[in-house]
């Protein structure tokens, strides 16, 4: 450290491990290991100082004088969408590679091995060593240092400022310097201003849908960043505001925000013609008395925008110049589509102006009301708007086809863009055909960005793009609904739904895709209440203090197999505790049905009036799974009683095997031995994958990757392993 002296210090978990770790340790031996990272010796740390406990639960909660420490876990979860940001879960989708995952204990046990202490300390070395070289090209990878560093010269602001801070702190950097060049100050209020303005009254336009299943194209028209483009073409902002048209008070003020404004006497009636006027009652200058900041610095962004993309388009080869321009253009992006939301923070804003924010929202509504009444007027389009979202529209354009709608929607487009002052433009973005609308922000369908591109599934608001399922649904819906969209026949619909459910109760499905994993936020909860996550993670941090999740960290769980009426609750479990229970317990297959994948579909299917519940209470009903699923049963209340089926063919005996098979000994034991041979040879070739991916055949029962599936697989076939000693225990009932 002191040789290269960096600026960074990168750990992807430095609370619990990493930097956190060493410090706390450091801490309790005695030793300033604070103050030896640290450029100034001499200043005082976050240990020897107050704890910052919103860093802790934002960042990383660690600072040390003169260097920046980046957590990559809670970066990763600023930046991509998954649903572990476990360590392998992040290199798997990010540097598209597997890794191995050992547990801090094994690490330990291993370090300490006297058996073969070097091989096993060289082992350790190697995986830290790796673990460490990981988080590097993940950082790389997602571009964040340089991206960061971009986006801090665009708004203004320090490097860590952009990882740590909020959009206001972006907006008011870039605000108050271009004020400044206009004689102007910005206002800072107090606690009680802000709680004593009055709340905004205004909302966005979410119209609810007409729920249906549409075979027709549906046309959907966007307004390109709306709520910037009100800002400009009506010229709104904080120094062009005249009020409402209200009769001032006594003194002459008239409320605006948390202030007041003082309006002279006549000021009003004498721009009253030439004022802009917006329909929830307020007054602004137009732009060629007074041109406002905000509009002027929205406007400046957006032009700055497009000329950075479209120099984008002449770096030719220049990978590093394409990268910078690409974070700068999105820096410009992100800054002016959070302008609004600056105006409108009433609780912890820096300058909130209800009554501007109002004046935003309700323009952009009325905005959108004036398409939706020209969509429906223009007859020669024969169309209707089947929903409308804030600033997107969804046109049906019925008994037309595709290359029609997409004429139609340019045509839409422009003439309600004529409508409008500059820079408001109205655009179509795509295409869905066909498509089901199921309630407010949830819809989907297949997506057409031209009338002759391929079909892509656009889904939003529903399970198959939602975190809080687990794969299994996500996998089952996507599917559902591309069977559906691609034949339009429920028939064949439902043939595939039989054979998912099939596949559950015979557990036939990687144990992966039964995990759930969602978020866990430590302090929230009450005590007798605890969501199924937050239970699992109690659990953990009764065996480990160390081992329980940090704030928003998501927790995987299984749902198994209890007591009859149990809670939820009593019985989630890690996936790494059904692993371990060497087939004592199993998937609920009943709760997965009923509980996760049955709704979900449910809600898409009752727009044809289908009822998926019935298609599952009308499958024929086993007794038991096949016997090579099930040929453990240590524990269980079978390992008690003695077999009643043939291991061979599942009927009924008294024996295990049956007088049936006995009497054809070479048949029998030819089928055993195929049996058991199957079963080693799925186990090698799991295997070697876990040696490719670990390194080492005696680390493989070591690594615990719980969102790797190979792992479950390489699992269940070591207990169907160890458990054809019972064919080969039958082998002594053939009679020869």
Same mark, same amino acid.
């Given at each position: 450290?002191?040789? @290269?002296?960096?600026?960074?210090?990168?750990?992807?978990?430095?609370?619990?491990?990493?930097?956190?770790?060493?410090?706390?340790?450091?801490?309790?031996?005695?030793?300033?290991?604070?103050?030896? !990272?640290? %450029?100034?010796?001499?200043?005082?740390?976050?240990?020897?100082?107050?704890?910052?406990?919103?860093?802790?639960?934002?960042?990383?909660?660690?600072?040390?004088?003169?260097?920046?420490?980046?957590?990559?876990?809670?970066?990763?979860?600023?930046?991509?969408?998954?649903?572990?940001?476990?360590?392998?879960?992040?290199?798997?989708?990010?540097?598209?590679?597997?890794?191995?995952?050992?547990?801090?204990?094994?690490?330990?046990?291993?370090?300490?091995?006297?058996?073969?202490?070097?091989?096993?300390?060289?082992?350790?070395?190697?995986?830290?060593?790796? *673990?460490?070289?990981?988080?590097?090209?993940?950082?790389?990878?997602?571009? /964040?240092?340089?991206?960061?560093?971009?986006?801090?010269?665009?708004?203004?602001?320090?490097?860590?400022?952009?990882?740590?801070?909020?959009?206001?702190?972006?907006?008011?950097?870039? /605000?108050?310097?271009?004020?400044? @060049?206009?004689?102007?100050?910005?206002?800072?209020?107090?606690?009680?201003?802000?709680?004593?303005?009055?709340?905004?009254?205004?909302?966005? /336009?979410?119209?609810?849908?007409?729920?249906?299943?549409?075979?027709?194209?549906?046309?959907? !028209?966007?307004? %390109?960043?709306?709520?910037?483009?009100?800002?400009?073409?009506?010229?709104?902002?904080?120094?062009?505001?005249?009020?409402?048209?209200?009769?001032?008070?006594?003194?002459?003020?008239?409320?605006?925000?948390?202030?007041?404004?003082?309006?002279?006497?006549?000021?009003?009636?004498?721009?009253?013609?030439?004022?802009?006027?917006?329909?929830?009652?307020?007054?602004?200058? =137009?732009?060629?008395?007074?041109?406002?900041?905000?509009?002027?610095?929205?406007?400046?962004?957006?032009?700055?925008?497009?000329?950075?993309?479209?120099?984008? *388009?002449?770096?030719?080869?220049?990978?590093?110049?394409?990268?910078?321009?690409?974070?700068?253009?999105?820096? +410009?992006?992100?800054?002016?589509?959070?302008?609004?939301?600056?105006?409108?923070?009433?609780?912890?804003?820096?300058?909130?102006?209800?009554?501007?924010? $109002?004046?935003?929202?309700?323009?952009?509504?009325?905005?959108?009301?004036?398409?939706?009444?020209?969509?429906?007027?223009?007859?020669?389009?024969?169309?209707? &708007?089947?929903?409308?979202?804030?600033?997107?529209?969804?046109?049906?354009?019925?008994?037309?086809?595709?290359?029609?709608?997409?004429?139609?929607? %340019?045509?839409?487009?422009?003439?309600?863009?004529?409508?409008?002052?500059?820079?408001?433009?109205?655009?179509?973005?795509?295409?869905?055909?066909?498509?089901?609308?199921?309630?407010? *922000?949830?819809?989907?369908?297949?997506?057409?960005?031209?009338?002759?591109?391929?079909?892509?599934?656009?889904?939003?608001?529903?399970?198959?793009? #939602?975190?809080?399922?687990?794969? /299994?649904?996500?996998?089952?819906?996507?599917?559902?609904?591309?069977?559906?969209?691609?034949?339009?026949?429920?028939?064949?619909? *439902?043939?595939?739904?039989?054979? &998912?459910?099939?596949?559950?109760?015979?557990?036939?499905?990687?144990?992966?895709?039964?995990?759930?994993?969602?978020?866990?936020?430590?302090?929230?909860?009450?005590?007798?209440?605890?969501?199924?996550?937050?239970?699992?993670?109690?659990?953990?941090?009764?065996?480990?203090?160390?081992?329980?999740?940090?704030?928003?960290?998501?927790? =995987?769980?299984?749902?198994?197999?209890?007591?009859?009426?149990?809670?939820?609750?009593?019985?989630?479990?890690?996936?790494?505790?059904?692993?371990?229970?060497?087939?004592? +317990?199993?998937?609920?297959?009943?709760?997965?049905? @009923?509980?996760?994948?049955?709704?979900?579909?449910?809600?898409?299917?009752?727009?044809?009036? &289908?009822?998926?519940?019935?298609?599952?209470?009308?499958?024929?009903?086993?007794?038991?799974?096949?016997?090579? $699923?099930?040929?453990?049963?240590?524990?269980?209340?079978?390992?008690?009683?003695?077999?009643?089926?043939?291991?061979?063919? $599942?009927?009924?005996?008294?024996?295990?095997?049956?007088?049936?098979?006995?009497?054809?000994?070479?048949?029998?034991?030819?089928?055993?031995?195929?049996?058991?041979?199957?079963?080693?040879?799925?186990?090698?070739?799991?295997? #070697?994958?876990?040696?490719?991916?670990?390194?080492?055949?005696?680390?493989? @029962?070591?690594?615990?990757?719980?969102?790797?599936?190979?792992?479950?697989?390489?699992?269940?076939?070591?207990?169907?392993?160890?458990?054809?000693?019972?064919?080969?225990?039958?082998?002594?009932?053939?009679?020869?």
């Amino acid at each position: 450290l002191r040789d @290269t002296d960096p600026d960074i210090l990168v750990g992807f978990e430095v609370q619990h491990a990493s930097c956190g770790y060493l410090l706390e340790r450091s801490a309790a031996i005695g030793f300033p290991l604070d103050r030896c !990272l640290s %450029r100034c010796p001499f200043h005082r740390s976050t240990l020897e100082s107050r704890p910052d406990t919103y860093g802790q639960q934002q960042q990383s909660g660690i600072h040390v004088c003169g260097r920046e420490i980046l957590n990559v876990w809670r970066l990763c979860r600023q930046e991509i969408k998954l649903g572990l940001y476990n360590y392998t879960n992040v290199c798997a989708k990010v540097l598209n590679k597997r890794v191995p995952s050992f547990p801090p204990q094994l690490l330990h046990s291993w370090f300490q091995h006297l058996a073969s202490p070097h091989s096993l300390k060289r082992q350790v070395l190697l995986y830290l060593l790796e *673990k460490a070289s990981n988080t590097l090209l993940i950082l790389e990878a997602m571009e /964040l240092v340089g991206r960061t560093c971009e986006l801090a010269r665009v708004f203004g602001i320090d490097f860590f400022s952009v990882l740590s801070r909020g959009s206001q702190y972006r907006v008011e950097s870039m /605000l108050y310097r271009l004020a400044r @060049t206009q004689n102007f100050l910005l206002l800072s209020p107090s606690v009680q201003q802000r709680q004593s303005q009055p709340a905004t009254e205004c909302i966005p /336009l979410v119209m609810e849908p007409q729920s249906a299943f549409y075979s027709s194209p549906v046309c959907v !028209l966007d307004f %390109r960043s709306l709520y910037p483009s009100v800002v400009i073409a009506y010229n709104m902002c904080y120094s062009t505001c005249l009020g409402k048209l209200v009769e001032p008070d006594s003194d002459g003020n008239v409320k605006l925000g948390v202030s007041s404004l003082r309006r002279a006497p006549g000021l009003l009636a004498s721009v009253r013609e030439e004022a802009i006027i917006t329909p929830n009652g307020m007054a602004f200058l =137009p732009p060629d008395k007074r041109e406002g900041v905000l509009p002027r610095l929205l406007r400046e962004i957006l032009q700055a925008r497009v000329a950075v993309k479209k120099l984008m *388009k002449q770096v030719g080869g220049d990978v590093k110049l394409y990268r910078t321009l690409n974070s700068r253009q999105f820096g +410009l992006k992100l800054i002016a589509n959070v302008t609004y939301g600056y105006t409108s923070a009433g609780f912890s804003g820096r300058m909130p102006c209800a009554d501007l924010a $109002d004046a935003i929202v309700q323009t952009g509504r009325e905005t959108l009301e004036r398409a939706i009444r020209t969509v429906e007027e223009g007859r020669q389009w024969g169309a209707r &708007v089947i929903y409308g979202d804030t600033d997107s529209l969804f046109v049906e354009i019925p008994g037309r086809s595709r290359e029609e709608a997409f004429r139609i929607g %340019r045509e839409i487009a422009a003439a309600v863009t004529a409508e409008n002052p500059a820079p408001m433009e109205l655009e179509l973005e795509k295409v869905y055909q066909p498509s089901m609308m199921v309630a407010k *922000k949830r819809y989907v369908g297949y997506s057409y960005d031209s009338p002759s591109s391929k079909p892509v599934l656009d889904a939003k608001g529903i399970e198959m793009v #939602r975190r809080d399922s687990c794969p /299994l649904v996500m996998r089952v819906q996507e599917k559902a609904l591309k069977v559906l969209f691609e034949t339009k026949n429920i028939s064949k619909l *439902k043939s595939y739904m039989e054979g &998912v459910f099939m596949d559950i109760i015979a557990s036939n499905l990687n144990i992966n895709e039964y995990v759930f994993a969602k978020e866990v936020r430590q302090g929230t909860y009450a005590s007798s209440t605890l969501p199924p996550a937050a239970t699992v993670n109690a659990t953990k941090v009764l065996r480990d203090p160390r081992a329980g999740a940090l704030h928003a960290e998501r927790i =995987p769980y299984v749902v198994v197999c209890g007591q009859p009426g149990a809670r939820l609750v009593d019985l989630v479990l890690d996936p790494r505790e059904l692993l371990a229970s060497s087939g004592m +317990l199993r998937i609920n297959a009943q709760y997965y049905i @009923t509980k996760a994948l049955i709704p979900c579909l449910e809600r898409l299917l009752s727009l044809f009036g &289908v009822d998926i519940r019935r298609w599952y209470l009308e499958l024929p009903r086993y007794s038991r799974a096949s016997s090579r $699923d099930h040929a453990s049963h240590e524990g269980s209340i079978r390992s008690h009683f003695q077999s009643m089926h043939c291991i061979l063919c $599942d009927q009924l005996s008294r024996t295990a095997v049956c007088a049936e098979c006995t009497s054809l000994p070479q048949v029998a034991l030819c089928t055993m031995q195929n049996r058991r041979g199957r079963v080693e040879r799925d186990l090698a070739r799991l295997c #070697r994958i876990c040696v490719s991916c670990v390194g080492s055949m005696r680390l493989v @029962t070591g690594c615990d990757a719980v969102d790797c599936p190979v792992l479950y697989d390489r699992v269940k076939a070591q207990q169907l392993w160890e458990a054809s000693s019972r064919i080969d225990w039958g082998v002594n009932f053939l009679e020869w």
